[in-house]
């Protein structure tokens, strides 16, 4: 029963969550935990764990269409009373998640309607292998989630799935807004460069981690990792280390392929603090979330990005894409 207050927060940030207020969570089934702290009138902060979580991914590319969204898509009211009008949803669906019986083919498990901006959490059976005793192995399905957002006010895009994803749910959302499942007359807008890469890190407060380099001989690639609580951008070894590479084995080391950042968000609401660790890959566009994060921390993220990359370069002009 208390897991369905939380089915989406993952359990370590629940019993954070439980330290932090006092909860007894070593050695205990998360059923009892949960209960306990429903018991001390922390529902309501556990909702609120539960909403940060429900649209959460792995990955962030922001795209923008060439077209404008067709007129029954032109907002987000109109948006979801034509999913409604053409069987995707049912009305009492709309700010609730939902488990569709599983097929290959993608299916909208929830929807939340905020302001202008619409959250779609998209369900497939993906099968994997399995095997058990003596048993011949075989096939098992589960669920595999991905969340889009799209935000109406400028007719952007957010894809939380894979890069190598991108095109498949970038057809989905197409067909749902109206464009066509073949329309692909769209492109990303999160390209970073390395010097923006900085400033976004900067902006966070976000140490850098790990960073892999283009090598041009035979090597290929050099991927490079801080120890803990390194920041290797302030580190003078890793600095050293770089000299050393470009004067003696006379190679350049400028052509980055991705870069890991981490930083920890103090939530102020459930009151604890959430690490996060992204990679910002300078190649493909985008960012890539090692960990799990709440839908507050891809805010963190896209305000950094759009800050760094738009406002800036529009004296001053601001453009918000985030809610």
Not at 153 to 177: E, F, G, I, P, W
Not at 209 to 219: F, G, L
Request: aromatic letters at 10%; one cysteine or more.
């Amino acid at each position: 029963m208390f897991s369905l207050i939380c089915k989406s927060v993952p359990t370590t940030i629940i019993r954070k969550f439980a330290m932090q207020n006092k909860v007894k969570h070593r050695g205990r089934d998360i059923e009892e935990v949960l209960e306990e702290l429903v018991q001390n009138n922390l529902k309501d902060k556990l909702e609120y764990l539960e909403k940060q979580y429900v649209f959460s991914g792995s990955n962030l590319t922001l795209i923008k269409t060439d077209d404008k969204f067709p007129g029954s898509s032109k907002n987000s009211s109109g948006f979801i009373k034509k999913l409604i009008h053409e069987g995707y949803i049912q009305a009492h669906q709309v700010n609730n998640q939902w488990e569709p019986s599983l097929r290959p083919a993608i299916q909208i498990c929830a929807v939340e309607h905020i302001g202008n901006d619409v959250y779609l959490k998209l369900v497939e059976e993906k099968r994997s292998l399995r095997k058990q005793g003596y048993r011949r192995p075989y096939y098992e399905g589960y669920a595999s989630y991905t969340t889009i957002v799209i935000h109406f006010s400028n007719q952007v895009v957010q894809l939380r799935c894979a890069y190598t994803d991108r095109k498949k749910y970038a057809s989905y959302v197409m067909k749902l807004l109206g464009l066509g499942e073949a329309y692909d007359k769209w492109h990303t807008l999160s390209s970073v460069t390395k010097d923006e890469a900085v400033e976004i890190s900067k902006m966070l407060s976000a140490g850098l981690k790990a960073t892999q380099i283009n090598i041009p001989s035979s090597v290929g690639a050099l991927k490079f990792f801080g120890k803990k609580d390194i920041d290797l951008r302030a580190d003078k070894n890793y600095s050293k280390l770089k000299e050393v590479i470009e004067k003696h084995a006379e190679l350049c080391i400028d052509d980055v392929f991705d870069e890991t950042c981490e930083f920890v968000f103090k939530d102020p609401k459930a009151g604890i603090d959430i690490p996060a660790s992204f990679e910002i890959n300078l190649k493909n566009g985008g960012f890539k979330f090692n960990n799990v994060v709440p839908d507050v921390v891809y805010e963190q993220v896209i305000e950094a990005f759009v800050h760094v990359n738009y406002t800036s370069k529009f004296k001053g002009k601001k453009i918000k894409i985030v809610k």
